[in-house]
């Protein structure tokens, strides 16, 4: 399949009073044409961090990109100026932020911000743009977008408003799209309709997605491809079926266990104990080793090596190595 988007070995730092946060530690992953790959994991384990930085919008200071590559149509976006990526951004890679009440401007109709991209992007005139703008929002499903172009988004319900920062991002045809925790603050019922909105706008536009949440419900329903990530690496990946049904590492079995299940009568859920590595200082070895119930003596002393369990599953974990016990230099023991 043809790659879209290609990031390799990618290391994001962040100065502060306190020291140097190494937020995203040597990030690799891909994007396919035509695929929706979900990014998933705790809070603060560099998602967003991670997307930002393919969008160009990491402050600088503090944060810098310290290593690795993000390749787009043969560009790499780390070394890109920001003229160059404001033709970009919109037109090629657009992105859909967490909250949509803070993405939208109170002061601007939610006509004029419609409008904006398309004006600064495109060569057209007023009616034509009005028009693409109205169409955009008949495909978001907003009901009479003829005269909610005139509307502010005060106007507009909480789903109203996720479904307008989606035709915003949308409107001027991009072929990447990043959704940040789309659904973070909606409620079931207009999540579902969120969803099933991306999977039209996809089969409709031939959109690539990359979706940002911690909710594997959602990634259930559209993701293709499953990236999990802990303390700014990507521990696992692997399709949708392999992961949810074949999942290798301690962390990515966790989170499933923290699913509620609605087919099983006595199903409980099973909390992560302990908290996240400190990023000023992360460990050497596994980030995951203090909150592991299978780590060894291993885990503690040496990052685990790159395994392959198929073509598309890979995971990042002593317990598939037999080699573990030779790196370690010593009989490994339980911990």
Known sequence: MDKVLDVKNLHISFTTYGGEVKAVRGVTFHLNKGETLAIVGESGCGKSVTSSSIMGLIPSPPGKIVNGSIMYKGKDLTKATDKEMRKIRGVDISMIFQDPMTALNPTLTVGTQLVEGLKHHKTLSNNEARKQAIAMMH????PNPEERMKQYPHQFSGGMRQRIVIAIALICEPELLIADEP????????QA?????????QE???????LITHDLGVVAKIADRIAVMYAGKIIETGTKREIFYHAQHPYTKGLLHSVPRLDLKEAKLIPIDGTPPDLFSPPIGCPFTARCPYAMEVCDKVYPTHSKISDSHHVECWLQDDRAKLVAGSTVTSK
């Open 139 to 142: 495909l978001v499903g907003i």
């Open 183 to 190: 659904t973070t603050a909606l409620d079931v019922t207009i």
């Open 193 to 201: 309709q969120i969803l099933d909105l991306f999977g039209r706008i």
């Open 204 to 210: 409709q536009l031939g959109v690539s997605i990359i």
